[in-house]
């Protein structure tokens, strides 16, 4: 199982439930129903809840399936969570169709089963669901749950980029460096890596860290390579132990090999990527969740 679908359902999960609910894939506030942190509260009174269920409002279906999965109240029940996505993806919430992926993926709250995941994701992509795409695309790059086809992966990699999914502007590039699906190309690799991580994703400047460490697109320059492994550093899961590792282990290794000028020029760079790099909430990088195949 690629460890992708792992730290990009984890990650998704902790920043969406702080405030109650997965986003509306738009560049508008999330929930619609409540605009800001403070009126998502009401989302924790059962009652408030209990009235936007009743009404069939899928967003409130999908987040009481997110409440059982967050352990909300202490009362974690994954079997539960799969019972309420799956009302919500049967009345055609694409992001409830994302966390069943996810679910079936993980094999939590039921058996595990990539075909099932792929099948859900594919619904998910179709409904807009960006993340859904770059898992779909993951699926045909891996061959899980789907036959493998760099093409079909690269394609699904780059309608998810296109909507606004950071770590599938690392996965483009990815294709891109390696050749696979597409002809073979350092300069759109690298440009597709600075795209993520521009918007954030740590995969993106772990590569461009090896970008400049290796001088693959000309002469290698240091003080770039380490400044992109320290700052992947800030934006890495936690627990992405592997991920953290290898980002210290290759910024200490260059950072013996630098001299004061060149450390004070690291500073300075870092300070400035803190900025570029400035991690955004997912919600603010999707377009409109209208079908886009």
Not at 63 to 77: C, E, F, I, M, P
Request: net charge negative; aromatic share 12%.
């Amino acid at each position: 199982m690629n460890n992708k679908y792992f730290f990009v359902g984890l990650t998704a999960i902790l920043l969406l439930s702080s405030s109650l609910g997965f986003s509306e894939e738009s560049k508008q506030p999330r929930p619609d129903t409540f605009t800001d942190i403070e009126s998502n509260k009401d989302m924790l009174d059962p009652y408030n809840l209990g009235l936007l269920v009743e009404r069939g409002d899928v967003k409130a279906i999908n987040n009481v399936g997110l409440l059982w999965a967050t352990g909300h109240d202490g009362k974690q029940s994954f079997e539960e969570a799969v019972k309420w996505w799956t009302e919500a993806a049967n009345r055609g919430y694409p992001l409830a169709m994302n966390n069943l992926g996810l679910a079936y993926a993980n094999g939590q709250g039921v058996a595990q089963d990539i075909k099932q995941a792929f099948d859900w994701w594919l619904k998910s992509a179709i409904g807009g669901n960006a993340w859904a795409m770059n898992s779909v695309g993951d699926c045909y790059e891996t061959g899980d749950g789907v036959t493998q086809d760099f093409v079909l992966a690269m394609t699904w990699y780059k309608t998810a980029a296109d909507a606004g999914d950071p770590l599938a502007h690392y996965n483009v590039g990815a294709l891109y460096q390696t050749g696979r699906g597409v002809e073979r190309s350092l300069d759109s690799a690298h440009d597709w890596f600075m795209g993520g991580a521009e918007l954030g994703d740590p995969y993106s400047m772990l590569s461009l860290g090896d970008f400049y460490r290796d001088g693959l697109r000309g002469e290698r320059d240091l003080v770039e390579a380490f400044s992109w492994y320290q700052i992947s550093m800030l934006r890495l899961d936690p627990q992405d132990v592997g991920g953290l590792t290898f980002a210290e282990s290759e910024a200490n290794s260059i950072n013996a090999q630098l001299n004061e000028t060149q450390k004070q020029e690291a500073a300075t760079r870092i300070e400035f990527l803190k900025k570029f790099t400035a991690p955004q909430t997912v919600e603010q990088n999707l377009d409109e969740g209208e079908s886009r195949i």
